[in-house]
């Protein structure tokens, strides 16, 4: 059994997080629930930070707050001396919302609307990522028109796509995000930022994939962009003083995913972009990145009650827990693999495999194909790991299932972060139909 973080077996034979036992969490505050060791938090954000500092390159960490955004984990950001990506007025307005400095935000997105960016301007973030150019002219117009200079990074496709140990390099990506490197996009976008009264462009944005175990695809990237500064230099007098090469950083979810720790994946950035710088012999840009799944992941562990069982004779065992496609819709959506235990009776041996369902009214709601574990009784409280990136965060009301409750714990507390959903909040948006009669409506 692979525990992270703070994780221990404690002896009582419970699972233990951040110093808290987890049979203890879900009497207090209910299943299913999500628990994130703050602890191995602070040790990732630190890890990517503190390799760009050893190194003395001038950098941002920003956390990309899709993976998981509640106002608690951006305090949290902020207390790591993080920056922000958000992709959405919501994401904004959940970090306004948690006072983080707004000169630290970064806001993402192929299509924000006119509100958002609105929005962004009079918050007075940090950044646009802008990704096309109806973006660029809608900015420039809003900056315009409230007297200010609205910073603009270009997102652009650099043609190298990778996931987990797979890298495309592709002659053009057909993707929907950024500028198009190859067909001339991007030299077209930087003209037209430079030549915007009220745009300052600060430089360059490139995000390659998600859960990518290697440095290859990185590095093909820092070389796709600085065969392309190379020419800009030359022909554009342009070089960016900022080059933010994206999140995508792996997690182990199950054994045999086999990631790299932060400071791995950050050197070798580093080294990278200093050769180009060198061989150039241009000033060396701040480099950002961008880590989500790798500050979240595994840190959250879900835990759920166990339910009804169905044994289908030689065929499977389902055992079904009390949530499911409403917590985390990765397993359904990306047949996501996961590990789990019994947090209750972490220290007995696994006797048989079972299959973990949800409750959910839908074939595909299973959480762990072939799980092997003890015998389990309604009642037990099964712990799901590493699901603290994109669970909360894609959670829905499906079958309207109230959204679980997520707890932060450390050094022997546990703090309730977000609530549980009730039963009033799941109708609180409803109003009620009656059709009107004839006299009402003259
Ligand atoms: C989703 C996303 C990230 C974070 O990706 P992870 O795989 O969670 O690290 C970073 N940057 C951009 C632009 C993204 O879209």
Redesign the pocket.
């Known amino acids: 059994m692979y525990l992270r973080g703070t994780s221990i077996i404690n002896n009582k034979g419970h699972l233990e997080i951040g110093g808290v036992d987890t049979v203890d969490l879900a009497k207090e505050f209910g299943t299913p629930l999500i628990v994130y060791d703050v602890a191995l938090m602070r040790e990732r954000a630190r890890a990517f930070k503190e390799t760009f500092e050893k190194q003395n390159v001038r950098a941002q960490v920003a956390y ?1 707050s ?2 998981f955004s509640s106002i608690a984990m951006i305090n949290l950001a902020d207390e790591e001396g993080m920056s922000l ?1 958000v ?1 959405s007025g919501g994401e904004l307005y959940t970090a306004l919302a948690a006072n983080f400095p707004p000169e630290r935000i970064h806001f ?1 997105g192929n299509n924000k609307s006119i509100e958002e960016m609105k929005m962004g301007i009079e918050a007075g973030i940090g950044c646009f ?1 802008a990704d096309n150019f109806y973006e660029l002219e809608v900015l420039q117009n809003l900056a315009e028109d409230s007297g200010k200079t609205v910073s603009v990074l270009l997102r652009i496709s650099p043609g190298v796509e990778a996931h987990t140990h797979d890298y495309i390099m592709t002659g053009q990506v057909d993707s929907k995000f950024g500028f198009d490197l190859k067909s001339g996009q991007v030299e077209k976008a930087i003209e037209i930022t430079r030549n915007s009264s009220n745009l300052h462009l600060l430089g360059i944005h490139s ?1 390659i994939g ?2 990518i175990f290697e440095t290859t695809g990185f590095l093909m990237a820092v070389d796709t962009i600085f065969e392309a500064i190379e020419r800009w230099a030359s022909e554009l007098n342009y070089v960016p003083s900022v080059l933010n090469l ?4 792996g997690i182990r979810y199950i054994e045999g995913d086999d990631p790299l720790p932060p400071e791995e994946y950050v050197s070798a950035i580093i080294d990278k972009v200093k050769s180009h710088v060198e061989r150039l012999d241009i000033e060396m840009p701040e480099i950002w990145i ?5 500050i979240v992941g595994d840190a959250g562990t879900t835990l759920y009650t166990i339910g009804s069982n169905k044994v289908i004779p030689g065929v499977r065992k389902y055992v079904a827990v009390d949530g499911g496609m409403g917590d985390n819709l990765r397993p359904a959506l990306y047949q996501a693999k996961y590990e789990a235990i019994l947090a209750n009776r972490a220290d007995e041996p696994a006797e048989e495999t079972v299959s973990i369902a949800g409750k959910c009214c839908e074939s595909g709601d299973m959480l762990i194909w072939d799980l092997p574990l003890p015998k389990a009784n309604p009642g037990d409280i099964l712990a799901v790991f590493c699901t603290g ?1 994109y669970g909360y965060s894609m959670a829905n009301n499906y079958n309207r299932i109230p959204r679980p409750a997520v707890v932060f714990v450390e050094d022997g507390e546990a703090q309730l972060v977000v609530k549980r959903e009730s039963y009033d909040d799941l109708i609180h948006l409803d109003i009620p139909y009656k059709k009107k009669t004839k006299v009402e409506l003259i």
Not at 246 to 249: K, M
């Open positions: 990309a899709k993976a990506d992709v993402h990522v995000h998600s859960q994206g999140g995508g950083f961008e880590p989500g799944r790798s990136a």
